[in-house]
Protein backbone atom coordinates (compact mmCIF):
# COMPACT_ATOMS: atom_id res chain seq x y z
CA UNK A 1 0.00 0.00 0.00
CA UNK A 2 1.61 3.32 -0.94
CA UNK A 3 1.53 6.26 1.70
CA UNK A 4 0.27 9.56 1.19
CA UNK A 5 0.59 12.59 3.09
CA UNK A 6 -2.08 15.59 2.99
CA UNK A 7 -0.51 18.78 2.86
CA UNK A 8 -0.93 21.49 5.27
CA UNK A 9 -3.05 23.46 2.83
CA UNK A 10 -5.37 20.52 2.06
CA UNK A 11 -5.64 19.95 5.65
CA UNK A 12 -6.38 23.24 6.37
CA UNK A 13 -9.34 23.05 3.77
CA UNK A 14 -11.06 20.49 5.55
CA UNK A 15 -11.27 22.21 8.60
CA UNK A 16 -12.57 25.61 6.67
CA UNK A 17 -15.86 25.28 5.77
CA UNK A 18 -16.88 26.75 2.15
CA UNK A 19 -13.25 25.95 1.06
CA UNK A 20 -14.28 23.96 -2.18
CA UNK A 21 -12.22 23.57 -5.63
CA UNK A 22 -15.66 25.78 -7.63
CA UNK A 23 -14.56 28.40 -5.26
CA UNK A 24 -18.25 29.22 -5.02
CA UNK A 25 -19.49 32.01 -2.20
CA UNK A 26 -20.82 31.51 1.31
CA UNK A 27 -20.45 28.31 3.51
CA UNK A 28 -20.49 24.90 2.36
CA UNK A 29 -23.33 22.37 2.91
CA UNK A 30 -23.23 18.81 2.88
CA UNK A 31 -25.90 16.91 1.75
CA UNK A 32 -27.64 16.44 4.83
CA UNK A 33 -28.69 19.71 4.92
CA UNK A 34 -32.31 19.47 3.96
CA UNK A 35 -32.27 21.69 0.92
CA UNK A 36 -29.57 19.72 -0.79
CA UNK A 37 -30.90 16.48 0.00
CA UNK A 38 -33.81 17.46 -1.57
CA UNK A 39 -32.01 18.00 -4.62
CA UNK A 40 -30.10 14.59 -4.44
CA UNK A 41 -33.59 12.98 -3.86
CA UNK A 42 -34.75 14.74 -7.06
CA UNK A 43 -31.76 13.95 -9.00
CA UNK A 44 -32.07 10.42 -7.91
CA UNK A 45 -35.64 10.31 -9.01
CA UNK A 46 -34.58 11.24 -12.33
CA UNK A 47 -33.02 8.48 -13.23
CA UNK A 48 -34.88 6.11 -11.06
CA UNK A 49 -38.35 7.18 -12.09
CA UNK A 50 -38.05 9.53 -14.82
CA UNK A 51 -39.49 12.71 -12.80
CA UNK A 52 -38.63 15.09 -10.45
CA UNK A 53 -41.04 14.45 -8.08
CA UNK A 54 -39.54 12.24 -5.59
CA UNK A 55 -42.28 11.96 -3.20
CA UNK A 56 -44.95 10.58 -5.27
CA UNK A 57 -42.92 7.45 -5.85
CA UNK A 58 -43.86 5.80 -2.40
CA UNK A 59 -46.09 3.53 -3.91
CA UNK A 60 -44.10 2.92 -7.47
CA UNK A 61 -43.64 -0.85 -7.81
CA UNK A 62 -42.75 -2.70 -11.62
CA UNK A 63 -40.36 -5.42 -12.81
CA UNK A 64 -37.89 -3.59 -14.97
CA UNK A 65 -36.40 -6.68 -15.70
CA UNK A 66 -32.65 -6.31 -14.12
CA UNK A 67 -32.83 -9.39 -12.26
CA UNK A 68 -33.48 -7.86 -9.08
CA UNK A 69 -37.38 -9.23 -8.95
CA UNK A 70 -39.83 -6.19 -8.13
CA UNK A 71 -38.13 -2.63 -7.95
CA UNK A 72 -40.25 -0.40 -6.06
CA UNK A 73 -40.10 3.75 -3.89
CA UNK A 74 -38.42 6.35 -3.56
CA UNK A 75 -34.70 4.86 -4.62
CA UNK A 76 -36.02 1.49 -5.60
CA UNK A 77 -36.09 -1.22 -3.12
CA UNK A 78 -35.71 -4.44 -4.42
CA UNK A 79 -37.33 -7.54 -3.52
CA UNK A 80 -34.50 -9.46 -5.04
CA UNK A 81 -31.48 -7.67 -3.31
CA UNK A 82 -33.46 -7.65 0.22
CA UNK A 83 -33.92 -4.12 1.05
CA UNK A 84 -37.73 -3.98 -0.07
CA UNK A 85 -38.01 -6.80 2.96
CA UNK A 86 -36.11 -5.01 5.53
CA UNK A 87 -38.62 -1.54 4.80
CA UNK A 88 -41.55 -4.23 4.74
CA UNK A 89 -40.27 -5.49 7.87
CA UNK A 90 -39.60 -1.91 9.60
CA UNK A 91 -43.54 -1.07 8.33
CA UNK A 92 -44.66 -4.46 9.96
CA UNK A 93 -42.82 -2.96 13.07
CA UNK A 94 -44.31 0.21 13.33
CA UNK A 95 -48.03 -1.44 12.03
CA UNK A 96 -48.46 -4.70 13.08
CA UNK A 97 -51.08 -6.48 11.09
CA UNK A 98 -50.66 -4.27 7.97
CA UNK A 99 -51.31 -5.80 4.39
CA UNK A 100 -47.85 -6.20 3.41
CA UNK A 101 -47.01 -8.45 6.87
CA UNK A 102 -48.53 -11.16 5.62
CA UNK A 103 -46.23 -10.99 2.58
CA UNK A 104 -43.10 -11.26 4.70
CA UNK A 105 -41.88 -15.02 4.23
CA UNK A 106 -42.24 -14.29 0.68
CA UNK A 107 -39.96 -11.60 0.85
CA UNK A 108 -37.26 -13.76 2.53
CA UNK A 109 -38.05 -16.53 0.10
CA UNK A 110 -37.26 -14.79 -3.09
CA UNK A 111 -34.18 -12.76 -1.71
CA UNK A 112 -31.09 -13.02 -4.01
CA UNK A 113 -33.72 -14.16 -7.13
CA UNK A 114 -36.05 -12.44 -9.52
CA UNK A 115 -38.91 -14.48 -8.89
CA UNK A 116 -42.15 -13.48 -8.28
CA UNK A 117 -43.34 -16.60 -6.20
CA UNK A 118 -45.57 -15.96 -3.15
CA UNK A 119 -45.83 -11.98 -4.49
CA UNK A 120 -47.34 -10.89 -8.09
CA UNK A 121 -50.14 -8.53 -8.12
CA UNK A 122 -51.85 -9.16 -4.65
CA UNK A 123 -48.17 -7.82 -3.67
CA UNK A 124 -47.68 -4.82 -5.38
CA UNK A 125 -51.46 -4.13 -4.72
CA UNK A 126 -51.05 -3.85 -1.42
CA UNK A 127 -47.60 -2.10 -1.65
CA UNK A 128 -49.45 0.76 -4.03
CA UNK A 129 -52.04 0.89 -1.28
CA UNK A 130 -49.41 1.03 1.87
CA UNK A 131 -48.40 4.52 0.23
CA UNK A 132 -51.09 6.17 1.55
CA UNK A 133 -49.92 5.70 5.33
CA UNK A 134 -47.20 7.75 6.89
CA UNK A 135 -45.92 5.51 8.92
CA UNK A 136 -44.80 3.13 5.49
CA UNK A 137 -43.32 6.52 4.04
CA UNK A 138 -41.34 6.34 7.16
CA UNK A 139 -39.59 3.11 6.70
CA UNK A 140 -38.43 3.82 3.44
CA UNK A 141 -37.24 7.15 4.47
CA UNK A 142 -35.12 5.22 7.49
CA UNK A 143 -34.22 2.02 5.33
CA UNK A 144 -32.76 4.86 2.61
CA UNK A 145 -30.64 6.72 5.42
CA UNK A 146 -29.49 4.07 7.23
CA UNK A 147 -28.61 1.92 3.88
CA UNK A 148 -27.63 4.06 1.73
CA UNK A 149 -27.38 7.61 2.29
CA UNK A 150 -25.37 8.35 5.33
CA UNK A 151 -22.38 5.47 4.74
CA UNK A 152 -22.53 7.69 1.43
CA UNK A 153 -22.37 11.03 2.70
CA UNK A 154 -19.81 9.43 6.03
CA UNK A 155 -17.34 7.55 3.50
CA UNK A 156 -17.67 10.94 1.65
CA UNK A 157 -17.13 13.54 4.14
CA UNK A 158 -13.71 11.31 5.11
CA UNK A 159 -12.75 11.21 1.69
CA UNK A 160 -12.83 15.51 1.88
CA UNK A 161 -16.08 15.63 -0.87
CA UNK A 162 -18.18 18.50 -1.09
CA UNK A 163 -22.10 17.88 -1.43
CA UNK A 164 -21.37 17.13 -5.12
CA UNK A 165 -19.21 14.83 -4.18
CA UNK A 166 -21.31 13.33 -1.50
CA UNK A 167 -24.16 13.16 -4.12
CA UNK A 168 -22.51 11.02 -6.70
CA UNK A 169 -21.38 8.74 -3.49
CA UNK A 170 -25.14 7.92 -2.77
CA UNK A 171 -26.14 8.01 -6.39
CA UNK A 172 -23.31 5.06 -6.67
CA UNK A 173 -24.88 3.37 -3.67
CA UNK A 174 -28.09 3.59 -4.35
CA UNK A 175 -27.56 2.20 -8.20
CA UNK A 176 -24.87 -0.56 -7.35
CA UNK A 177 -25.05 -0.93 -3.73
CA UNK A 178 -21.93 -1.19 -1.46
CA UNK A 179 -20.22 -4.80 -2.13
CA UNK A 180 -20.07 -6.74 -5.05
CA UNK A 181 -22.79 -9.37 -6.01
CA UNK A 182 -22.71 -11.82 -9.13
CA UNK A 183 -22.71 -10.33 -12.57
CA UNK A 184 -22.83 -6.47 -10.16
CA UNK A 185 -19.76 -4.41 -9.16
CA UNK A 186 -20.83 -2.33 -5.79
CA UNK A 187 -19.79 0.68 -4.48
CA UNK A 188 -16.81 -0.32 -2.36
CA UNK A 189 -14.91 -1.16 -5.56
CA UNK A 190 -15.80 1.50 -7.66
CA UNK A 191 -14.26 3.51 -4.75
CA UNK A 192 -11.07 1.36 -4.86
CA UNK A 193 -10.22 2.14 -8.76
CA UNK A 194 -11.18 5.76 -8.33
CA UNK A 195 -8.64 6.00 -5.26
CA UNK A 196 -5.95 3.70 -7.37
CA UNK A 197 -6.08 6.64 -10.32
CA UNK A 198 -6.41 9.92 -7.97
CA UNK A 199 -5.95 11.46 -4.91
CA UNK A 200 -9.04 12.26 -2.61
CA UNK A 201 -9.29 15.95 -1.10
CA UNK A 202 -8.54 14.47 1.92
CA UNK A 203 -5.38 13.18 0.64
CA UNK A 204 -4.42 16.82 -1.04
CA UNK A 205 -6.04 15.61 -4.52
CA UNK A 206 -7.85 17.76 -6.61
CA UNK A 207 -11.82 17.24 -5.61
CA UNK A 208 -12.83 17.41 -9.48
CA UNK A 209 -9.82 15.25 -10.74
CA UNK A 210 -10.98 12.83 -8.55
CA UNK A 211 -14.67 12.87 -9.31
CA UNK A 212 -14.03 12.06 -12.64
CA UNK A 213 -12.04 9.47 -11.77
CA UNK A 214 -14.76 7.92 -9.38
CA UNK A 215 -16.80 8.85 -12.49
CA UNK A 216 -14.68 6.74 -14.90
CA UNK A 217 -14.89 3.75 -12.71
CA UNK A 218 -18.53 3.87 -12.19
CA UNK A 219 -18.56 4.10 -16.15
CA UNK A 220 -16.72 0.87 -16.31
CA UNK A 221 -19.11 -0.85 -13.82
CA UNK A 222 -21.93 0.31 -15.48
CA UNK A 223 -20.63 -1.70 -18.54
CA UNK A 224 -20.20 -4.13 -16.99
CA UNK A 225 -24.08 -4.93 -16.32
CA UNK A 226 -26.40 -5.73 -19.23
CA UNK A 227 -29.52 -3.94 -17.58
CA UNK A 228 -27.63 -1.09 -16.86
CA UNK A 229 -25.69 -0.10 -19.85
CA UNK A 230 -26.92 3.40 -20.36
CA UNK A 231 -24.14 5.84 -18.81
CA UNK A 232 -25.55 9.10 -19.70
CA UNK A 233 -26.49 8.94 -15.32
CA UNK A 234 -22.99 9.73 -15.31
CA UNK A 235 -22.13 11.55 -19.05
CA UNK A 236 -24.94 13.49 -19.43
CA UNK A 237 -25.59 14.27 -15.83
CA UNK A 238 -23.07 13.90 -12.65
CA UNK A 239 -20.00 14.14 -15.10
CA UNK A 240 -21.47 17.71 -16.38
CA UNK A 241 -22.13 19.19 -12.74
CA UNK A 242 -18.42 18.06 -12.10
CA UNK A 243 -17.17 20.11 -15.45
CA UNK A 244 -19.44 22.62 -14.27
CA UNK A 245 -17.86 23.09 -10.60
CA UNK A 246 -20.72 22.75 -9.48
CA UNK A 247 -19.44 21.08 -6.24
CA UNK A 248 -21.96 22.85 -3.64
CA UNK A 249 -24.84 21.64 -6.30
CA UNK A 250 -25.53 25.38 -6.90
CA UNK A 251 -28.50 25.94 -9.19
CA UNK A 252 -30.10 26.25 -11.92
CA UNK A 253 -28.72 22.72 -12.35
CA UNK A 254 -29.47 21.50 -16.22
CA UNK A 255 -29.20 17.73 -17.29
CA UNK A 256 -30.32 14.66 -18.91
CA UNK A 257 -30.49 11.05 -18.08
CA UNK A 258 -31.62 8.21 -19.99
CA UNK A 259 -32.15 10.73 -22.87
CA UNK A 260 -34.62 12.55 -21.05
CA UNK A 261 -33.88 17.11 -19.84
CA UNK A 262 -34.60 18.25 -16.72
CA UNK A 263 -34.04 21.26 -14.91
CA UNK A 264 -33.51 21.95 -11.26
CA UNK A 265 -33.99 26.07 -10.66
CA UNK A 266 -32.30 28.11 -7.99
CA UNK A 267 -33.20 28.27 -3.83
Not at 181 to 196: E, M, N, Q, S
Not at 234 to 251: A, H, I, N
Request: glycine share 12%; aromatic share 10%.
Amino acid sequence: MKHRHITLAAFAALLVAGCTGGGSAGPEKGLDDPAKKDIAMQLVSSAENSTLDWKGQYGYIEDIGDGRGYTAGIIGFCSGTGDMLKVVERYAAKRPGNALEAFLPALRAVRGSDSHAGLGAAFTEAWQEAAADREFRAAQDAERDEAYFDPAVERARADGLSALGQFIYYDAYVMHGYGDTPGTVGFRTIRAHAVAAADTPSEGGDEEAYLNAFLDARVAAIRKEPSHSDTSRVETEQRVFVDQGRLQLETPLVWKVYGESFRIDGD
